[in-house]
């Protein structure tokens, strides 16, 4: 029995361990321009002011 215990032990951490490095890879630099890319964005027009 302690086997046992001793191998579910080992295969929770290493489930753990891989979805540890797994998360940090979908948060890399294309998610990041991605996001700012489906943001709102807004364009004013700037008068020239200045008398010719």
Do not use: C, Y
Not at 22 to 27: G, H, L
Request: proline share 4%; no cysteine.
């Amino acid at each position: 029995m302690k086997k046992f215990g001793f191998a579910s032990i080992a295969a929770t951490g290493l489930a753990a361990a891989i979805l540890g490095f797994a998360a940090p890879a979908q948060a890399d630099i294309i998610h990041h321009r991605w996001v700012h890319e489906i943001q709102q964005q807004v364009n004013v027009p700037q008068v020239d002011m200045t008398a010719s």
